[in-house]
């Protein structure tokens, strides 16, 4: 488990988080496809293409943040400024 402390809140990031997040947007993306459906379209969509459909947002967006928290501490690292002499030379 990771803990990020921004402006003095700890948000815990582990499975279940990114889980309840993925079904949260694909319920949103499932909602507003529907209603897209029943009020734009002329002919309607059969709900086995709207449930496939949300079920892969569903999965690109739970697959997308496991693996940015898995890079999170490989962006995180400060590349330290080498040690090299770059002025004009003494002599």
Known sequence: MRFKKRRNVTIECNMENILFVAA???GIHFILTFLE?????EEPKPLKILIKNTLIVFASVSSGLFILEQLKPVMEEQISVPMVFTGDPAF
């Not at 459906?37 to 379209?41: F, G, K, T």
């Open 24 to 26: 949260l947007i694909a």
């Open 37 to 41: 459906m029943r009020m734009m379209e």
